[in-house]
C-alpha cells in the first residue's frame, strides 16, 4: 500500500472563506472576540498605570527628596569629599552629618544598606540633594524602559504585557518617590538572567556578583549556579563579589566594612536591623518576633514569650520555604523555559525568606512574573493567566498595613507574606510540572540533607544568642512609646537627661520619675550632658553648637559632644579638624579663659571622660587604628590605659571606677574597671550591646544603653546598681 499515491482532490478557492470573513455560527467567534477583549483590557490597563506614573509619581518624586535617597546621597557625598567615613553606620554621627550639609529629611540612617550600594549614586553627589534625585529619576527611566525591551527579548511576550506588569507595580512606583535602586538591582538581575539563557555564564556570574554589592541575597544565586554545576558561572560570581569587596575596602576603609559584616550583617539576617516587631515589613522574622518574644516597649503582648520557638521555627520555615527552589532545579536541562522558571523561583524564594522587607523591595516580581507567565498561560489559560497578575498586584497593594492593624490576631496581620509564600510556591508548582531526570533523585537527597544540616546549624547559633538575651529587663527603665532610641544618658541629681529618637528628629528628653519631658528645639539635638547646676545641649545645623540652659552663657560654636566634670568646674568636648575630632576643654568657673586643645589630629576622638582632677580618660582611633582608651590631662600628655577596641569610658564620680564597653564577638559589652588596682570584671554577657554607660552622683549606680530584645543600636536605657 505504501507505493500506492492516491489522486489528491481539486479544492476550488470558493470553498473556504476569505480572512476577512467569518462563517455564521463558527465556533471561532468567541474566542477570536474574548482575544481582542483582553488585548483592550491590557493596553487600557497600561494606559491608566502609566498615566498614573505620569501625572502623581513621578511629579511626587520630582518634587521632594524623601526617606532612602537621601542615605545614598549623604554617604556618597561623604566619600566625594574625602571625609571620614569608619562611623557611617552611627545613627547621631550619621544624623550630626546630614545636619552639617543641610539634607532635609528628618531622620537619616544607613543600616542595614551596604557601603558599596551607596556608590550608585556617587556621580551625581556633587550636585545638591534635589538635583541629584532628579537626575537619579532620570537614569531610572531610562534603566526601566532598556529593562522592558531586555525582559521582552528574554520572554518573547508581547509587549503590552511587559508594560502592562511594570505599569501595575505600586512598588515601582514607591521606588520612584523614595528615590530607591531597586530599579538598577532589576536591571542587574535581568541582564544576569538574559546572559545565562543565552550561554554567557561568566558574564551572568559576574553581574549576580556585582548585584550582590546593592543587596546581600544575590548571592544565592551562586548557590543556584553549583545546584547546576555550571562552574563559569560561580567564577564569575567569585570575581564579581571580591570586585565589590575590594572596591568597598578601598572607598570606605577597613572599619566600616568591619562593622557592617561583624555588627550589622548578623542583626539584619534575624531580622532585627530594624524595629523587628513592626508587622508592616510583613516578613516571617517579624511574624515570629511578634508571636514569641517580649520586648517591654515594642511588643509587651507577644502570644507566650518563648524565644526558643523563634530560634527553631524561622530557621525552618526559612529552609522550608527556599529549599525547593534548589531541589526541583535539573542540571540536565538547559531549555530556556525551565531556565526561566528555575531563575524565577529563586528570586521569589530570596524574597519569601527575606527578614525585613519594605513594599518598594517586590519592585523586583517584574522579573519572575514575566518568566512565569508564559507556563501559567499554557497550564490554565486565561484564567491562570489573570490570578497570576491579580496575587502579583495584591503583592503590592499598599494597604495591607492597615488591614493587618485591624486585626486582633497577629496571624492575620501579614497577608502579605501569604501572598508571596503563595507566589511562590506557585512557582515551585510549575517547577514540579515540568518533567525532570529521574537520575538526579540521588543529587537531590545530597542537597536535602545540605540544607537540614545547615537549619540545624542555624538553629543552634539561633539558641546560643538567645542564651541571657533578656535578663537586663530587670534593669530596664520605662520608655515613652514614641521615643524610637534612648541615647547617651547623663545624670543630674535625681534625674536621667538622654537624646530619644523620635518621627520628628533627636531631641533633649529628661525623665524623672517614670515622667519624660522633651525639649522640642528646631534643631536636632544630638548630644547632652550634665553638672550640678547647669545643662548643656548640642544641637546640629549647619554646624554643631553647644548651648547651655542658663541663659548667661554664651554657645560654644564648632563644637559637639559636650561632657561635664561632677564637680561643675569643667566642659569638655570634641571640635573636628581635617576629619578628626579632637578634645577642648574650657573652664567653667572662670570668665573669659580661653579653650584649650589637648589632643592632636593624630587622634581621632570618639568619647571621653572627666577624672576628679580634670583629666580624662577617652576612645580614640590612633591613626586610623581600632578604637582604644588612652589618658590624657590638661597639659596635653596621653598615655594608653591598654585596652583595645574600647569605647564609651565613663568614671565613676569618686575617681574609684572605670565603666567602659569593649567589643567582642561583633557586640559592645559592659566592663568594669577598678582605677586603685587595675583589676577588670565584666558585667554584661548577652548576644546584644550595651553601650554609653555613665555614673549617678553615688559612684555606684550605672545607666546604660541596651539594644537586647530589640533592633540593632535601638537601644533602650538601663539602671543597675554596682555591688
Not at 469 to 483: E, F, K, T
Not at 694 to 702: M, N
Request: contains cysteine; proline residues 6%.
Amino acid at each position: 500500500m505504501s507505493d500506492i499515491s492516491l489522486p489528491r482532490p481539486k479544492v476550488t478557492p470558493s470553498v473556504f472563506p476569505r480572512k476577512n470573513k467569518i462563517p455564521s455560527g463558527s465556533a471561532q467567534i468567541p474566542g477570536r472576540v474574548a482575544a481582542g477583549q483582553v488585548v483592550t483590557i491590557e493596553w487600557i490597563l497600561c494606559a491608566m498605570m502609566l498615566a498614573y506614573f505620569g501625572f502623581h509619581t513621578l511629579p511626587a518624586a520630582w518634587k521632594t527628596l524623601n526617606t532612602d535617597f537621601s542615605n545614598y546621597y549623604l554617604t556618597a557625598r561623604l566619600v566625594r569629599e574625602k571625609s571620614k567615613t569608619s562611623r557611617i553606620y552611627e545613627w547621631i554621627w550619621l544624623q550630626r552629618q546630614k545636619d552639617h550639609r543641610d539634607i532635609e529629611q528628618r531622620i537619616i540612617s544607613l543600616v542595614p544598606i551596604t557601603p558599596v550600594s551607596t556608590l550608585a549614586v556617587w556621580p551625581l553627589a556633587a550636585s545638591p540633594p534635589l538635583l541629584a534625585k532628579r537626575c537619579w529619576l532620570v537614569v531610572n527611566v531610562v534603566l526601566t524602559l532598556a529593562l522592558l525591551v531586555m525582559l521582552q527579548s528574554l520572554t518573547n511576550l508581547p509587549f503590552r504585557r511587559i508594560v502592562m506588569v511594570a505599569a501595575m507595580s505600586i512598588p515601582l512606583n514607591k521606588n520612584f518617590l523614595f528615590g530607591q535602586y531597586y530599579v538598577l538591582l532589576l536591571f542587574i538581575l535581568t541582564l544576569g538572567c538574559w546572559c545565562y539563557v543565552r550561554q554567557k555564564h561568566l558574564l551572568s556570574g559576574l553581574l549576580i556578583g556585582g548585584g550582590f554589592g546593592l543587596k546581600i541575597f544575590p548571592i544565592l544565586y551562586l548557590v543556584y549556579f553549583l545546584r547546576r554545576r555550571n562552574f563559569k558561572a560561580i567564577g564569575g560570581g567569585i570575581i564579581g563579589v571580591t570586585v565589590v569587596a575590594i572596591l568597598s575596602i578601598a572607598v570606605f576603609g577597613w572599619q566600616a566594612n568591619r562593622v557592617f559584616v561583624n555588627q550589622v550583617l548578623p542583626w539584619a539576617l534575624r531580622g532585627e536591623g530594624l524595629d523587628p516587631y513592626n508587622l508592616s515589613s510583613a516578613s516571617i522574622a517579624t511574624l515570629m518576633h511578634r508571636l514569641f518574644v517580649y520586648e517591654p516597649q515594642l511588643n509587651p503582648k507577644p502570644t507566650f514569650h518563648a524565644p526558643w520557638l523563634f530560634a527553631v521555627l524561622l530557621p525552618f520555615a526559612q529552609t522550608l520555604l527556599f529549599a525547593p527552589s534548589l531541589l526541583l532545579v535539573d542540571p540536565t536541562d538547559s531549555n530556556p523555559r525551565r531556565l526561566h522558571l528555575e531563575w524565577a523561583a529563586v528570586l521569589l524564594g530570596s524574597l519569601a525568606i527575606s527578614t525585613l522587607p519594605a513594599g518598594y523591595h517586590f519592585t523586583l516580581l517584574i522579573l519572575p512574573v514575566c518568566l512565569m507567565w508564559r507556563a501559567i498561560e499554557e497550564r490554565g489559560g486565561l484564567v491562570a493567566s489573570a490570578a497570576l497578575i491579580l496575587l502579583y498586584v495584591a503583592i503590592g497593594y499598599p494597604g495591607w498595613k492597615t488591614v493587618g492593624a485591624m486585626s486582633r490576631w497577629t496571624l492575620f496581620s501579614v497577608p502579605r507574606l501569604y501572598a508571596v509564600v503563595l507566589l511562590c510556591f506557585v512557582s515551585y508548582g510549575l517547577l514540579a510540572w515540568q518533567k525532570r531526570n529521574g537520575k538526579q533523585n540521588g543529587d537531590m537527597r545530597v542537597w536535602a540533607g545540605a540544607l537540614v544540616l545547615l537549619m540545624l546549624l542555624n538553629i543552634s547559633s539561633g539558641l546560643r544568642h538567645q542564651s541571657g538575651m533578656y535578663a537586663d529587663y530587670q534593669w530596664r527603665l520605662p520608655i515613652s512609646a514614641n521615643v524610637l532610641q534612648a541615647n547617651g544618658p547623663a545624670t543630674q541629681h535625681d534625674a536621667i537627661l538622654f537624646t530619644a529618637m523620635t518621627p520628628s528628629g533627636y531631641h533633649t528628653a529628661i525623665q524623672k520619675d517614670d515622667h519624660i519631658s522633651f525639649d522640642l528645639g528646631a534643631l536636632d539635638q544630638v548630644a547632652v550632658t550634665a553638672t550640678p547646676a547647669e545643662r548643656w545641649t548640642e544641637e546640629t545645623g549647619r554646624e554643631s553648637t553647644i548651648v547651655s540652659n542658663l541663659p548667661d552663657r554664651k554657645e560654644i560654636r564648632w563644637a559637639e559632644s559636650p561632657v561635664g566634670s561632677p564637680d561643675g568646674r569643667w566642659l569638655g568636648y570634641l571640635r573636628e579638624e581635617h576629619g578628626a575630632a579632637s578634645i577642648w576643654v574650657r573652664t567653667l568657673d572662670q570668665q573669659g579663659s580661653r579653650d584649650t586643645k589637648l589632643t592632636s589630629n593624630e587622634f581621632d576622638v570618639l568619647e571621653m571622660s572627666f577624672l576628679p582632677n580634670g583629666s580624662f580618660i577617652f576612645s580614640a582611633e590612633f591613626n586610623g587604628a581600632r578604637p582604644a582608651l588612652f589618658l590624657t590631662d590638661q597639659s596635653g600628655t596621653i598615655s594608653a590605659v591598654g585596652s583595645e577596641e574600647a569605647r564609651y569610658p565613663a568614671v565613676s564620680p569618686d575617681g574609684h571606677w572605670l565603666a567602659f564597653s569593649e567589643l567582642q564577638s561583633g557586640n559592645w559589652h559592659l566592663w568594669l574597671r577598678d582605677l586603685h588596682n587595675g583589676r577588670t570584671s565584666r558585667l554584661t554577657h548577652a548576644d546584644c550591646n550595651n553601650l554609653a554607660p555613665t555614673w549617678e552622683s553615688d559612684s555606684k549606680t550605672l545607666v546604660y544603653a541596651s539594644d537586647c530584645g530589640r533592633a540593632l543600636w535601638f537601644t533602650a536605657l538601663c539602671r543597675r546598681r554596682i555591688p
